[in-house]
């Protein structure tokens, strides 16, 4: 017999100072709407996820000194666009707005994208941002 999906699963962190600290910058990025949404919706099995990805990706990494926010923002935009993940480009574009990206510079990245990976990855990328803009009224 399966076992039955834990709707209550708990965050269980190995590092709690780089998951807090990761928690702090990951819900300002992407808003702690959609963060609280993400974990309240993770069983047992998608949790570990989540711990891994608050305590390295947004702990570990997009709090150390050595980039300003707006500059990871670029980043993960060439490199999901590159990449073609389009669910998690669209969560990103979202997240670089709301680190200061502009409009303009986010197209300059997907241009940029187009010349090194492709103009099937530049299309996806603008195709998604445009949804985003759409939606956020940019």
């Given at each position: 017999m399966a076992k039955a999906r834990n709707s209550k699963a708990k965050p269980n962190p190995r590092n709690k100072r780089l998951y807090d600290a990761g928690m702090k910058v990951r819900k300002a990025v992407l808003g702690a709407?959609?963060?609280?949404?993400?974990l309240a919706g993770a069983d047992d099995f998608m949790m570990s996820f989540q711990d891994m990805t608050t305590e390295y990706a947004w702990g570990y990494v997009w709090t150390r000194p050595g980039l300003p926010r707006k500059t990871r923002s670029m980043l993960n935009?060439?490199?999901?666009?590159?990449?073609?993940?389009?669910?998690?480009?669209?969560?990103?574009?979202?997240?670089?707005?709301?680190?200061g990206l502009?409009?303009?510079?986010?197209?300059?990245i997907f241009l940029?994208?187009?010349?090194?990976?492709?103009?099937?990855a530049c299309l996806d990328a603008f195709k998604t941002a445009r949804e985003v803009f759409k939606e956020r009224g940019v």
């Open positions: 709407g959609y963060v609280d949404s993400s935009l060439a490199m999901l666009a590159a990449l073609n993940r389009g669910p998690e480009l669209r969560l990103h574009v979202n997240g670089a707005l709301n680190n502009s409009k303009d510079e986010i197209k300059e940029q994208v187009g010349i090194y990976c492709g103009i099937p």
